[in-house]
């Protein structure tokens, strides 16, 4: 008896279709591929590290709303940066506008730094 007439005896007491040997493998490799995936997600995101800072704008001082002229600023550093000294990185400034403060969209609407971790590990 051949192993696929022995597969169907099997599969058809259960009441299923029989599985190839050609599709036990590929589900195989899948699901593999999956697990892989899914345990060697943590090791490949690095972590950077988001810092805030104050800086000085000359143009602000004496404005007529008062404002302090110092404003806060979040610098994301990517993973390795403090150690690379003489790599150079690709610079990305976003500006958030007068009405609201830079804590609403790094927290609420960007989601950093875990996004901009995402974003390098793709």
């Known amino acids: 008896m051949s192993i696929q007439s022995q597969n169907e005896k099997t599969c058809s007491s259960v009441g299923t279709k029989p599985f190839s040997m050609l599709m036990r493998i590929r589900v195989f490799f899948s699901v593999y591929v999956l697990v892989c995936g899914v345990l060697l997600s943590g090791q490949v995101l690095a972590q950077g ?12 001082a004496g404005n007529l709303e008062g404002d302090d002229p110092e404003r806060d600023v979040f610098v994301y550093l990517p993973n390795g940066y403090t150690r690379a000294t003489d790599k150079r990185y690709p610079v990305i400034y976003f500006l958030h506008g007068y009405a609201v403060g830079a804590e609403i969209y790094v927290n609420g609407v960007l989601h950093l730094p875990d996004s901009a971790d995402q974003a390098i590990a793709a």
């Open 49 to 60: 590290t988001l810092e805030q800072i104050k800086v000085f704008g000359p143009s602000l």
